[in-house]
Every structure is written in structure tokens, then in C-alpha cells.
T-cell receptor
Framework: DQQVKQNSPSLSVQEGRISILNCDYT??????FLWYKKYPAEGPTFLIS?????DKNEDGRFTVFLNKSAKHLSLHIVPSQPGDSAVYFC????????????FGAGTQVVVTP | GAVVSQHPSWVICKSGTSVKIECRSL??????MFWYRQFPKQSLMLMAT?????????EQGVEKDKFLINHASLTLSTLTVTSAHPEDSSFYIC????????????FGDGTRLSIL
């Protein structure tokens, strides 16, 4: 039972434009969310997080938005750069399962010149 | 720099061999570490939670006798794939977080296991 879903397996965006990655979850107990970036044959690298008490968190070019009522979060990357080309995973955890994260299937982002 | 180190990064071995993978937290003590498995073009699948000084907690469907986990110190957890077969070929990744609430997991670089 997939509790975290990334319905877009891939996204192509032009350099300089905005990349928007979406993630949906089903478990209402989730209260902490992360975005990771992953290159082939490497472990995921933490990008940005958000807890359920906030609806937005910003760090440089990366902004995560959380809509708790819709059980939806999104990651905005602006402006997109060629080095952003990677697979992006969203992950969620609940206070009832501290440290254990459920991951989405990932979205492959390709930033074209 | 890296906060979680995983070794080896790539293993190729014959069917029936047991393979040990190490995961170390480099600048903090981790009472809990996690082991994941990833198949090509699929999500990270949590296999088990490694608990320092006690037995690991395995997710449903993961054979504990097949995937032995030892967390003997606060900075080291090991995963041993026993009597590995070709279907065990996969990308294994460990993670750990600082023992503070709502901290992100930091991942090792993963181990590519290929069983011939």
C-alpha cells in the first residue's frame, strides 16, 4: 500500500524556468516531510524539509509547500539549473513512527539548456 | 561532507556467498539506523530498523534470517545478506539521523550488490 505517491515519473524543464514536483500522501498521521535528490549509484541527498505546523519552507532556490487538507506537497525549484537533473524523492514520517520514512517512487527531472 | 558512510560501494560475488555491508555514522551517535533496498526505477523500500544493542525490527515481507542486521555500537550497523542469490541483487542503502526529533535521515552512498 503506497502511502506516498509521486504520480509524475519524469519532468523536463528548460534551464532558468521553474520546476514543480508534486507529492501526495494518504496517511493523516504524517507530520514531517522531506525532499531528497538522488544521482545514479549514489545515496539520496537531503534537500529541504517541512513539518505540518507550517505550509511553506524556503531554502535558496528550493521551496516546499504543504497543503494538509489536500494531503499534498510540492517542491519548487527556481531557477532550474542543469545540475538539478536528478531523481527527486519525497518522503513522509509520522510522530507515531519516528525516523521511519515512507518514500514516493521518485520523479526524474531533466533540465535542458 | 558526508555524515553517513557505507562500505563497500559495489560487490559482485557468486551465488551462495554471504555479503556484509557496513554503515557508519561519522559525526554523531545513532541509536537507530535504517536499511533500504531499491530496485531499478522504483522507490526506496524500507527493509528494517536497526536498533543499537537490541534486535532489529523488520518490515513485513523481509526475511530476518536472510538479512541479518547487527548494530553493535552507536556508530556502526551491518547488514549481512546470507547465502545470496541472483534475486538478491539490488541497491542497498542505509540511513541514520541525529537523535533529535524531526531530523532528516542522512543516507550513505549505497551498495550495488550483484550476485552471479
Amino acid at each position: 500500500d503506497q502511502q506516498v505517491k509521486q504520480n509524475s515519473p519524469s519532468l523536463s524543464v528548460q534551464e532558468g524556468r521553474i520546476s514543480i514536483l508534486n507529492c501526495d500522501y494518504t496517511n493523516s498521521m504524517f507530520d514531517y516531510f522531506l525532499w531528497y535528490k538522488k544521482y545514479p549509484a549514489e545515496g539520496p541527498t537531503f534537500l529541504i524539509s517541512i513539518s505540518s505546523i507550517k505550509d511553506k519552507n524556503e531554502d535558496g532556490r528550493f521551496t516546499v509547500f504543504l497543503n494538509k487538507s489536500a494531503k499534498h506537497l510540492s517542491l519548487h525549484i527556481v531557477p532550474s539549473q542543469p545540475g538539478d537533473s536528478a531523481v527527486y524523492f519525497c518522503a513522509a514520517s509520522g510522530s507515531d513512527s519516528w525516523g521511519k520514512f515512507q518514500f514516493g517512487a521518485g520523479t526524474q527531472v531533466v533540465v535542458t539548456p | 561532507g558526508a555524515v553517513v558512510s557505507q562500505h563497500p560501494s559495489w560487490v559482485i560475488c557468486k551465488s551462495g556467498t554471504s555479503v556484509k555491508i557496513e554503515c557508519r555514522s561519522l559525526d554523531f551517535q545513532a541509536t537507530t539506523m535504517f536499511w533500504y533496498r531499491q530496485f531499478p526505477k522504483q522507490s526506496l523500500m524500507l527493509m528494517a530498523t536497526s536498533n543499537e544493542g537490541s534486535k532489529a525490527t523488520y518490515e513485513q515481507g523481509v526475511e530476518k534470517d536472510k538479512f541479518l542486521i547487527n548494530h553493535a555500537s552507536l556508530t556502526l550497523s551491518t547488514l549481512t545478506v546470507t547465502s545470496a542469490h541472483p534475486e538478491d541483487s539490488s541497491f542497498y542503502i542505509c540511513s541514520a539521523s541525529r537523535p533529535v526529533f524531526n531530523q532528516p535521515q542522512h543516507f550513505g552512498d549505497g551498495t550495488r550488490l550483484s550476485i552471479l
